[in-house]
């Protein structure tokens, strides 16, 4: 079952775009309002920027490295969580695809583990 988000922009049952580029800085505004982030902060768009830059690097296996946003935007290590709540939300409000990697790896206890 998919959700509408934003006028004509769906997510899977997990809250994912269906379609990447339905992504926009509204689109962003919209899935953070879902996840309970009322503000997006400078930070917040410098670690979404990370983010989307990595992942089109065209890497498969680029979502357990972002750990390494952190230093990548001039904050500690954990900068996600306390930005975000957990790295699954900022990639999902990213707007890109739910990983396909083996999520209990890297992320025990996750919503989608």
């Given at each position: 079952?998919?959700?509408?988000?934003?006028?004509?922009?769906?997510?899977?049952?997990?809250?994912?775009?269906?379609?990447?580029?339905?992504?926009?800085?509204?689109?962003?505004?919209?899935?953070?309002?879902?996840?309970?982030?009322?503000?997006?902060?400078?930070?917040?768009?410098?670690?979404?920027?990370?983010?989307r830059d990595g992942y089109s690097?065209?890497?498969?296996?680029?979502?357990?490295?972002?750990?390494?946003?952190?230093?990548?935007?001039?904050?500690?290590?954990?900068?996600?969580?306390?930005?975000?709540?957990?790295?699954?939300i900022a990639w999902r409000i990213?707007?890109?695809?739910?990983?396909?990697?083996?999520?209990?790896?890297?992320?025990?206890?996750?919503?989608?583990?």
């Amino acid at each position: 079952m998919s959700n509408d988000i934003v006028d004509n922009v769906q997510t899977d049952v997990d809250g994912f775009l269906r379609e990447g580029a339905d992504w926009n800085e509204e689109v962003a505004f919209e899935l953070a309002s879902a996840e309970g982030i009322a503000t997006l902060t400078p930070k917040h768009w410098e670690v979404i920027r990370a983010i989307r830059d990595g992942y089109s690097t065209g890497q498969p296996d680029w979502f357990p490295r972002l750990a390494t946003i952190g230093e990548q935007v001039g904050e500690r290590e954990n900068c996600i969580a306390a930005l975000f709540g957990d790295a699954l939300i900022a990639w999902r409000i990213a707007g890109l695809p739910k990983p396909a990697v083996d999520l209990d790896a890297h992320m025990p206890g996750s919503r989608l583990s």
